[in-house]
């Protein structure tokens, strides 16, 4: 009884096959894989080109990040109502804190928004997994 092999991906990034989705697709949603990524706007694309497969990519991938982002944002309240309010070291330590999540988080984002103005079906690591499970 062996669990099934699954390929070991290593980096940021496993772009998709080109083959999967065709060019028509893509040039069609463009815009909306770019604007998926951006807060809480994930599902314009869904709405609007429900059988693209390219916009569903990105924003699948933008609806996992949306709720990274929501988890961090509760997590980041409760640091502040609890931790937070130590003198100095609570301000500190938050500060720094808050600034490189935030940071990566907006990098992602960026990243995003960058492959999928560009037409590239890139699969982020972390999030093409979790949105490999979402069922829109």
């Known amino acids: 009884m062996t669990a099934p092999l699954r390929p070991v991906v290593s980096g940021a990034v496993n772009d998709t096959n080109d083959h999967t989705i065709p060019p028509e697709e893509i040039a069609s949603g463009r815009l909306l894989a770019a604007v998926a990524y ?19 990519l990105h924003a699948r991938q933008g609806f996992v990040l949306f709720l990274i982002e929501i988890l961090v944002a509760i997590a980041f309240a409760i640091f502040d109502a609890s931790i937070g309010q130590i003198p100095w070291v609570g301000l500190i330590l938050g500060a720094i804190l808050k600034f490189v999540v935030w940071m990566a988080l907006l990098l992602v984002t960026a990243y995003g928004v960058a492959k999928g103005a560009a037409g590239e079906p890139a699969r982020i690591a972390f999030l093409a997994e979790a949105a490999d499970k979402v069922p829109f």
């Not at 951006?38 to 569903?56: D, K, M, Q, S, T």
């Open 38 to 56: 951006l807060p809480g706007l994930c599902f314009i694309g869904l709405l609007a080109f429900p059988e693209n497969r390219y916009v569903g």
